[in-house]
């Protein structure tokens, strides 16, 4: 693989950034097991996975959050 220099990936407009920050986080959870996760971490995420499977109808779809990541709405939820 070619090596892209920060200031070139700084120089890319923001919705490029933003893209190669997608494909990068989606390479790393393919493989979960490749990240630990702290005591401090784990029992939240444990509770809202337990929250979830309760109510799985409380969730939103992650391309509902997305569209609203995008929007700017995000926070007014």
Do not use: Y
């Amino acid at each position: 693989m070619d090596k892209l220099p920060v200031a070139e990936i700084l120089e890319l407009p923001v919705a490029e950034r933003l893209r190669l920050l997608e494909l990068i986080w989606d390479s790393i959870t393919e493989v979960p097991e490749a990240l630990p996760l702290s005591p401090e971490v784990k029992p939240d995420l444990e509770a809202r996975l337990a929250e979830f499977e309760a109510n799985p109808e409380s969730g939103v779809p992650w391309e509902d959050v997305r569209k609203r990541i995008r929007q700017g709405t995000w926070r007014t939820v």
